[in-house]
């Protein structure tokens, strides 16, 4: 191999033109291998992607094609401007400073072009990190249906994707930096004092966002859905980075600070199903026939419209009160925004019904005696 090149060098006679001729066929072969993969890639590859139900890996599988035909491209650049700068292809020892010193105007313009290279690198790498984690986030709000939350399509993915482009931004500028040999260590202290400072100035602030962020990404309650905070209930409005609003029963909007949020015990009504239970407790006097009250109370939640077929309702003896027998019914309605409404028709037709049977619902009985002094 030494001996070609050298050969084809004495053909030419001149060294300036031998490595440019080199350099160009090493651009050629670099055009031809990237042609190579990209035709793999296409043909081999991607009909074996193509099969999954993901639409995930067809789409980092374009991007990973479209990087590595140009990464290629830029390398064969890379090299060719090397070897014209270092003469990797002259065979001879110190040969790169003998080029020098014989083409000394072809090693400044050679230096300004590595450059150039290297600023191209950084910005396709930017670019495809870019694509990457634009694929990434608009495939998982395609697998959360993020498109129902408007406040994760229309706010926190938007947000995440701009704060993960400034940080590869931020990266990159510092890569390009310390390329140039540029000291940027005070630029970072004072970043770092600067980020410092309004961490401590907004740190409620903060927290509530951060909590926001874990309440839309892990997303224990969704917008519509019915929740137990505390002692109150109310149907989530809205999901906000630094709040959530939750419209309570009496059509007041009740603004909740997401870090409280975060830390409070959160009872979902709505999930993983709208099926909710109703229950009716009612206590009847002691000697009441319990078979025939259980008869009574199964059949006015069976004959309810509202009642879900899904699990039967049952009639339990719960205790034996100071003053009553106390039962209770359990039954399930298909949707929880009918709950309220059957509890109400169950009480009334259970009354009514024990009314006509003659079954009482005893009021509460206290004996007192009365001690008399001798």
Known sequence: MTSFFNYIRGLIGNDLIFEIAVSIVIIVLSFIVAKIISYLLKEII???VEKSKSQ???????????????????????FAVNNLRYGYFLYEENADTLFKKSYPFVDKSLGLADNILYLVLILIILLL?????????????????????????????????????????ALAIVIILSRFKVDI????????????????????????????????????????????????????????????KILDFDNNLVIMPNNEIVKSKIINVTYPNILTRVI?????????????????????????????KEIPADVVLLSFGDSSLDLRLAARTDDYRHAWTMQCELRETIYEEFNKEGIEIPFPQRVVYMKKDD
Do not use: C
């Open 46 to 48: 991607k009909p074996f």
């Open 280 to 308: 009716i407790e009612v206590g009847v006097a002691y000697g009441t026939d319990l078979k025939k009250v259980r008869e009574i109370m199964l059949k006015a939640a069976n004959a309810h419209p509202l009642i879900s």
């Open 129 to 169: 990190s870019y694509r990457v984690i634009t694929i990434l986030f608009d495939w998982y709000a395609e697998k959360i249906n993020a498109g129902e939350n408007r406040n994760l399509s229309g706010s926190l993915f938007p947000l995440l994707k701009k704060v993960s482009n400034i940080i590869i931004g």
């Open 185 to 244: 260590s005070a630029f970072i202290v004072s970043i770092g004092v600067g980020s410092l400072a309004i961490a401590l100035a907004a740190q409620d602030t903060l927290s509530n966002m951060i909590a926001g962020f874990i309440i839309m990404i892990d997303r224990p309650f969704r917008i519509g859905d019915r929740i137990r905070y505390g002692d109150d209930i109310g149907d989530v409005a809205e999901i906000g980075i630094r709040s959530t």
């Open 56 to 78: 995930l890996d067809d789409k980092i599988l374009e991007v990973a094609e479209t990087g590595t035909f140009r990464l290629i491209i830029l390398g064969g650049f890379y």
